[in-house]
């Protein structure tokens, strides 16, 4: 499948991690490479996430390829650069180690989440 061999060539996914991407996610093989895959991959690249990290990334919290560019990933993105001040140096090592927190709202989950950190601290 085109999912199979974009996740294989360009994301540089070794066979068994497709594997394990795929029963963790069975939608990203009706995702489209073109207007979904292949834009969300050149985006987390663009923001500091190395081609050798999507695999961890994947395996992690796969329904990351799912998710909307415009809708989830970059307001999520823009909240923890400019409200939570994580810098744009470190915003590719934080989603390494932390892929979910791409798939949290902003308005329902980060920001109250924040604002009761900042209150108990």
């Known amino acids: 499948s085109d999912v199979i ?11 068994e991690d497709i594997g394990k991407i795929v029963l963790a996610y069975p ?38 390829m799912g998710y909307s560019l415009e809708s989830n990933l970059k307001p999520t993105v823009q909240y923890l650069w400019e409200e939570v001040g994580i ?16 798939g949290l709202s ?5 920001r109250p989440m924040m604002q009761y950190l900042l209150l108990e601290a």
Request: include cysteine.
């Open 5 to 15: 061999g974009f996740l294989r060539s360009e994301m540089k996914i070794k066979p």
């Open 27 to 64: 939608s990203i093989l009706s995702c489209c490479v073109a207007t979904q895959m292949r834009p969300v991959f050149q985006w987390l690249s663009k923001i500091g996430i190395p081609t050798e990290k999507m695999s961890r990334i994947l395996k992690l919290h796969p329904k990351i």
């Open 87 to 102: 810098n744009r140096e470190q915003i590719g090592r934080v989603i390494c180690s932390y892929p979910h927190l791409l």
């Open 106 to 110: 902003v308005d329902l989950n980060l």
